[in-house]
Each structure stands twice: as C-alpha cells, then as structure tokens.
C-alpha cells in the first residue's frame, strides 16, 4: 500500500473515533484508538494460567514427630543430653512433671533452651490443675482443688483460671493439660476425686468450661479431660480399668460433661484410658469408636491421649505399638512420659505407615491439626 493510502486510512479511522466518541461518552476516543492498535481485547478467561507448584509432603519422619508429646526424665536444663536429644527430634510437644522443676529463672531457661534447640515449633505442655495436681507449687503455692472451685460462681473460676494462665504463660508453657472434666462425688483422695469441679455431668461440664475459658483468655491452650469420662473409677496409672457403662448413659454423660467445653471451642481433648465394653475391647485411647463419638459431638481440635506408659495401657502392649494403634485409632497426639523412647516412637509410626498398618491419610490428618494448634500453616508439612 502506498504512503498516501496508508495515511488516507488513518484519516478515515479518525474520523470513526470521533464519532464513537460523540456516542460513547468521555474516554472512547483513547480507547478505540488504543483497540484499533492493539488488535482483539484478551479476556481474562482466556489468559494462560500458571500451574500451581506440584505438592511435596515433609519427609515421613519429620511427619511422624510432630504427633508425639514426650518428657525429658529428671532433665532440669536444655544443655542435658536427654533435653538435648528430645529437643532434635522435631516433636510436637513436650510435657514437663515435676522433676524438671525447680524455680520460675531454672524453668523460664528450660523451656527457652528446649525450643532454641528445636527444629520446629515446640509445645510445652504441663499438668497443672490445682490442687492436688500442681506441677508448678514451688513457683505458684498452694492453689484451690477444681471441687473448691466449683463452689464458686462460673465468673470466679474464670478469673481464677486466667490468673493462672497468664502465671503459666510468662513461665514460657503454652499447652496445659486441664482442665478435668470428669464426674465424681466421691471422696476427695479418689483417682478423680476432688479434681472433678462436681458431681453431675451438666454442673461440672459449665465449670470445666467456665475454667477452660479463662485458661484461653491468658492465651495458653486448655486441654480437656479425660474423655468420654472417668469419674468414680480405678486409677488407671495402677492397671486395667472396665466401666460397664451402657451405651445411651455413656453418650448422654459425654455429651452433658464435654459439651459445653466444646462448644466453648477448646482446643485439645485428652482421651482417658479406662476401657468401656459399650464402645469396644480396648482403652479409650486406643479405641476408634471412642474418638468417633469425640467428633460426633462437634470436636474439631486436638485428640490428645493419657500418657501411654500408663500401665492401664502399658500392662499390655509396648510403648511404640500403643503410638501406633492410638494413632490409628483417631490420636492426634500421642503423651508419653518416657522421653529416651522417642526416637523408638517416631521409628514406629514411619514403620507403620510404610506396611500400611496405619494410613498416611490418618497421620497426615493428625499433622496438619498439630501444626494449626502451633499456630502453623498446615501445608507447609502436609498436601490437601
């Protein structure tokens, strides 16, 4: 085309925008022209969109780790080979008793230790309930049992808890096992005792909660127990435990007691060893109706079980087939207090998902509740 018909064209073309323009208002006129130059608009549908990068899983080890919780012997510091090794691991907690304690400057510089030495994020967890049950007395005093706490107004024992929490939270824990929520008007030196806060199912469940709350408000993470319930039983730490309860009175005592910590939004359930027969053979913990009938009430956090070198569970099983079947069976987090078998543990679990007795799904399911209960993204660790 020649230069004189090439300009004719661009006259003609100008001469369209400008009517265009009269049409269609302020602003046609650069956008014709800009349309006449760059050709047919692109949609944002029709744009290429970039692949999402393919999923990689943490190493199977790395996954396994994260659902144990285990202490540290008779460690009082992080520098001891025990802490140190336990710290490597890349758990998901550990739990401190009373040993590792010896004042608020030894324990503030434990747990700093423990954590600079992990590889990930760590929880540190304690039973602190009051009472009887008081890991940290040397540091906070003699404090009230849950049972002299449930004479108290809900507001009170709220107040009480979120002073006691905020006292854990500067020591440096973060997960604290309690409160008990487990019936039991029985006498006070009882396995649950006076560490129930009453003696029906629906006074103890709004005072476990009104407890759980204030615990919450100090911003550390309450842990409610022992599920589906254990109030006016054998101890477990002593052997086997049966409750011939039947199947309706068990649903509706777990759904009158844990309920309302539930709904309150707790973020971790530890699961009780007593063995029910309406649920099936084995101890709670281990017992995949039992974590079913967690779920069924709404529970959405964290299934932690009792300690299981306790002999309810120890008497007949060892420690690493107990983390395996726990987990198996709905654990999110296996407690054990024998820290020099953490490494034993973890073996385990890798073991087990590698012949198929446990189901990756079902670790990797435990994982990503762990990680957002450390407050962790959980697909940094586990896909879908």
């Known amino acids: 085309m020649s230069g004189r018909a090439t300009s004719y064209c661009w006259r003609a073309l100008a001469v369209v925008v400008v009517l265009l323009a009269a049409c269609g208002g302020s602003g046609a006129p650069e956008r014709a022209a800009e349309d006449a130059r760059e050709g047919p608009a692109t949609t944002p549908s029709s744009a290429a969109e970039p692949a999402p990068p393919p999923c990689a899983p943490a190493p199977l080890e790395v996954r396994a780790a994260t659902v144990l919780v285990v202490g540290i012997g008779n460690a009082t ?25 010896v004042d608020a400057t030894q324990v503030r510089t434990l747990v700093d230790g423990l954590r600079r030495q992990s590889p990930r994020p760590l929880l540190v967890s304690v039973d602190e309930e009051g009472g009887r049950v008081s890991r940290l007395r040397p540091m906070i005093g003699a404090t009230p049992s849950a049972r002299e706490l449930g004479r108290r107004p809900p507001a009170e024992i709220t107040a009480v808890a979120a002073e006691r929490g905020a006292t854990l939270r500067d020591l440096g824990f973060d997960l604290i096992l309690a409160p008990v929520v487990d019936v039991d008007g029985g006498p006070a030196g009882g396995a649950i005792g006076d560490r129930s806060f009453a003696a029906t199912p629906a006074e103890a469940g709004a005072r476990a909660a009104a407890f759980a709350e204030g615990l919450s408000r100090a911003g550390v993470v309450a842990t409610a127990k022992h599920f589906p319930g254990q109030g006016e039983v054998a101890d477990s730490h002593d052997g086997a435990v049966v409750a011939d309860v ?4 068990l649903e509706a005592t777990a759904a009158a007691t844990f309920g309302p910590v539930i709904e309150g939004g707790v973020p971790a359930v530890m699961m009780s060893h ?42 007949q099983r060892s420690l690493t087939e107990a983390t395996v079947m726990a987990l198996a069976a ?6 054990a207090t024998p820290g020099d078998q ?37 697909s940094t660790m586990v896909c879908g």
């Not at 709905?330 to 407690?335: M, P, S």
């Not at 799904?361 to 209960?373: K, N």
């Open 342 to 378: 953490a490494a034993a543990m973890r073996a385990a679990v890798v073991a087990a998902v590698a012949d198929g007795r446990l189901p990756e799904a079902r670790l990797d399911e435990a994982v990503a509740r762990v990680l957002a209960l450390r407050g962790e993204e959980p």
């Open 274 to 315: 007593v063995t029910f027969p309406a649920l099936g053979p084995l101890p709670t913990s281990l017992e995949p109706a039992a974590y079913r009938l967690l779920r069924s009430l709404g529970f959405e956090g964290v299934g932690v079980t009792d300690a299981v070198n306790m002999s309810a569970v120890a008497d």
């Open 330 to 335: 709905g654990a999110d987090l296996v407690l």
């Open 246 to 249: 039947a199947l309706g009175e």
């Open 77 to 101: 510091t992080a520098e001891h080979p025990l802490s140190a090794e336990v710290a490597s691991l890349g758990l998901g907690g550990v739990v401190l008793v009373k040993p590792n304690v």
